[in-house]
């Protein structure tokens, strides 16, 4: 398994400011994935985030909005930008390990903001 | 994007009953993976099937692949209060690496 742990659990914010929200992991790991969670609603991946690269993004997220660091194997780094009440959400990392024969994604508790 | 389809999107049932939740899809994938979420919690690893036809059972839970590796299905037997909680499959996809595509959940409620 894997311990992943975020920062803040939760935070209310303001429209138009940013947010920094922190991953760690227990150990080294080659990829690393945000996803957001809106209210209601299933997981929807944000990005990937290798370490040493760009963060490849998914169709609908960009970069100026999402910017993400991945400074080293243990850690990364989501930023919501100039926020809206429409990003108010869950936002998840996520690990992958090997398990047996098949790789396991582990998430973290997540991030719940809230954009007023 | 491939999609999954989960059913039912809800449910609530009471304890000692049994419960059925699918998940299907058009596309293959080479496995695919059911979490438990509580609310203000992440996703939790329940199980993941690979080979087409898997069964596996985790106590009162029992999961099956289909044959064709494109839908799965989760019994619960004889609910319980504490299964209470959104069920989500997500299979694995490869234009993102691991990354996973997930169905839209189900929401189970179990009362006493």
């Known amino acids: 398994s894997a311990v992943i742990s975020q920062k803040p659990s939760r935070d209310i914010c303001q429209r138009g400011t940013s947010l920094t929200i922190q991953c760690q992991v227990d150990s080294q790991v080659t990829m690393m994935f945000w996803y957001r969670q809106q209210p209601g609603q299933s997981l929807t991946l944000i990005a990937t985030a290798n370490q040493g690269s760009e963060a490849t993004y998914e169709s609908g997220f960009v970069i100026d909005k999402f910017p993400i660091s991945r400074p080293n194997l243990t850690f990364s780094t989501l930023t919501v930008s100039n926020m809206s009440p429409e990003d108010s959400s869950i936002y998840l990392c996520?690990?992958?390990?090997?398990?047996?024969?098949?790789?396991?994604?582990?998430f973290g508790p997540g991030t719940r903001l809230t954009v007023l | 994007t491939q999609l999954l389809e989960q059913s039912p999107q809800f449910l609530s049932i009471q304890e000692g009953e049994n419960l059925t939740v699918y998940c299907n899809s058009s596309s293959v994938f080479s496995s695919l993976q059911w979490y438990r979420q509580e609310p203000g919690e992440g996703p939790v690893l329940l199980v993941t099937v690979v080979t087409g036809g898997e069964v596996k059972k985790l106590k009162r839970l029992t999961f099956q692949f289909g044959d064709a590796r494109k839908d799965s299905s989760l019994h619960i037997t004889a609910a319980q209060t504490g299964d209470t909680g959104l069920y989500l499959c997500?299979?694995?996809?490869?234009?993102?690496?691991?990354?996973?595509?997930f169905g839209k959940g189900t929401s189970l409620l179990v009362t006493p």
């Open positions: 996520s690990v992958t390990r090997l398990a047996g024969v098949t790789d396991t994604q582990y």
């Open positions: 997500a299979g694995e996809y490869s234009n993102s690496g691991y990354a996973l595509n």
